[in-house]
Each structure stands twice: as structure tokens, then as C-alpha cells.
């Protein structure tokens, strides 16, 4: 598997441990995509691998709003499906991977706090409390505040990093990046050999540093 094979298997691994306490939620791995239908909207999304596969990704959020639908961003002929089906350019992201063995995690002088209680994690990102309690191989981590935090999920012998937040209050002190560098140290320790994340183009300058590197680009896409 390449490096956007790979960070597909962990993003899709991590949805499925998501959906795990919520009843009305599941994942399809379908022909040729893979989606997220989940009582929360945020979670409603699919990754479109071919063209005759928007049908099928589409059909799996019927009376589903809102959603969105991803493909990489050098797919021409599924974004031209996607395109004819009426579906709208939106945001780009950037998935991303890191070695863990190799990568340079130096040592915190700010404190940071494991295993936090995952419902302040959710609330942090502004969801609710309950999204994120009873997801099997779920961790979190925070700084002493809780001014920031962020989500790990293991996916095999990759961890998915996911709901990155930091308070608005106190943004651009680093606070972020201290904790995702501790989490990452502490996944290396339990025996995790990767990472995986998906990143805004403008946080994509702050995972490199840690050694993270782009596998691929993604553009989402929201229905007619």
C-alpha cells in the first residue's frame, strides 16, 4: 500500500471505532468508497475512490443533511462524476503521515495531561460530550487548562490523530503543537510505529515540524 492507502485505512479504522456507541451510526465500505453516517453531522462524510461510486457514496446519506463527499485532489474523472452530479468544490485538506521511530518528538516543557476525560475533549471542539465516551482506543490529551487537546484512536499499529482544538483565547502559543508532540511520544511508547492525520492547509506547516508529510490532497465536496 502507498502512503494515501495507508492514511485511508487508518481514517476509515478510526471512523469505525467512532460510530461504536452510537447505535443508528455505521461505516460502509463500499465498491470503490468508504463513509460515515452518524447521528452527529460532522461525522457524515465518504471518500470517493472512482467514478461510479458517487452514486453509491450519495445513497448512503438519504435524508442525511448535511454531508460531504471527499476524492483526492488529482482524481479528475471522479471529481468530473461528482461535478455532473451536482456536487460543489469546497474546502481542500491534507492528509498527512509520520513515522514514528524516526521522527524528531523532542520534550515538552509545558505540561501535558494523558488519558483525559474524552468529553472535554468533544467540548473543546464544540460538540457534544457524549460523541466521543465508550470509543474503543480512544485517548486524549490536554494541556493543564485544558486550553488545548486532541484525540488519538489506534488503528492497528497506527494512531489516527483527530479533534485537534485549541481555545480561541489561547491560540498561537504553541499549545497545540506541545500536545500533539507529548501524544505522539506517549503512542510510540505503547508500541505504535505511525501516525495519521488529516490537516488545513493552514495547520500543514506545524505537523511537518513534527515530522509529518503530505500523502495526498483532498477536496471535499458538498451535495446539490
Same mark, same amino acid.
Given at each position: 500500500?502507498? *502512503?494515501?492507502?495507508?492514511?485511508?485505512?487508518? !481514517?476509515?479504522?478510526?471512523?469505525?471505532?467512532?460510530?461504536?456507541?452510537?447505535?443508528?451510526?455505521?461505516?460502509?465500505?463500499?465498491?470503490?468508497?468508504?463513509?460515515?453516517?452518524?447521528?452527529?453531522?460532522?461525522?457524515?462524510?465518504?471518500?470517493?475512490?472512482?467514478?461510479? $461510486?458517487?452514486?453509491?457514496?450519495? +445513497?448512503?446519506?438519504?435524508?442525511?443533511?448535511?454531508?460531504?463527499?471527499?476524492?483526492?485532489?488529482?482524481?479528475?474523472?471522479?471529481?468530473?462524476?461528482?461535478?455532473?452530479? *451536482?456536487?460543489? +468544490?469546497?474546502?481542500?485538506?491534507?492528509?498527512? +503521515?509520520?513515522?514514528?521511530?524516526?521522527?524528531?518528538?523532542?520534550?515538552?516543557?509545558?505540561?501535558?495531561?494523558?488519558?483525559?476525560?474524552?468529553? +472535554?475533549?468533544?467540548?473543546?471542539?464544540?460538540?457534544?460530550?457524549?460523541?466521543?465516551?465508550?470509543?474503543?482506543? $480512544?485517548? =486524549?490529551?490536554?494541556?493543564?487548562?485544558?486550553?488545548?487537546?486532541?484525540?488519538?484512536?489506534?488503528? *492497528?499499529?497506527?494512531?489516527?490523530?483527530?479533534?485537534?482544538?485549541?481555545?480561541?483565547?489561547?491560540?498561537?502559543?504553541?499549545?497545540?503543537?506541545?500536545?500533539?508532540?507529548?501524544?505522539?511520544?506517549?503512542?510510540?511508547?505503547? =508500541?505504535?510505529?505511525?501516525?495519521? !492525520?488529516?490537516?488545513?492547509?493552514?495547520?500543514? =506547516?506545524?505537523?511537518?515540524?513534527?515530522?509529518?508529510?503530505?500523502?495526498?490532497?483532498?477536496?471535499?465536496?458538498?451535495?446539490?
Amino acid at each position: 500500500m502507498d *502512503g494515501f492507502d495507508r492514511y485511508f485505512e487508518s !481514517l476509515v479504522g478510526s471512523w469505525e471505532a467512532l460510530v461504536v456507541p452510537h447505535p443508528s451510526a455505521r461505516v460502509v465500505r463500499g465498491d470503490g468508497f468508504a463513509g460515515c453516517r452518524h447521528p452527529n453531522a460532522v461525522f457524515n462524510n465518504a471518500v470517493v475512490l472512482v467514478p461510479h $461510486a458517487v452514486r453509491s457514496a450519495q +445513497r448512503l446519506f438519504d435524508d442525511a443533511d448535511p454531508f460531504a463527499l471527499w476524492c483526492r485532489g488529482d482524481d479528475i474523472e471522479t471529481a468530473a462524476a461528482l461535478d455532473s452530479a *451536482g456536487f460543489r +468544490r469546497d474546502v481542500t485538506t491534507h492528509p498527512m +503521515r509520520c513515522n514514528l521511530v524516526d521522527a524528531d518528538l523532542p520534550v515538552n516543557s509545558m505540561p501535558v495531561l494523558g488519558d483525559v476525560d474524552l468529553a +472535554r475533549i468533544a467540548e473543546l471542539n464544540g460538540l457534544p460530550g457524549d460523541v466521543l465516551v465508550g470509543v474503543p482506543g $480512544a485517548r =486524549g490529551f490536554a494541556t493543564s487548562g485544558f486550553e488545548a487537546g486532541l484525540v488519538l484512536i489506534e488503528v *492497528g499499529s497506527d494512531v489516527n490523530v483527530s479533534f485537534v482544538a485549541t481555545r480561541h483565547d489561547a491560540r498561537r502559543h504553541g499549545l497545540a503543537a506541545a500536545v500533539t508532540t507529548a501524544a505522539l511520544r506517549d503512542a510510540l511508547q505503547l =508500541g505504535s510505529t505511525t501516525a495519521s !492525520l488529516q490537516a488545513t492547509p493552514m495547520a500543514e =506547516g506545524l505537523y511537518a515540524k513534527l515530522g509529518f508529510a503530505p500523502v495526498a490532497r483532498i477536496q471535499e465536496w458538498l451535495p446539490p
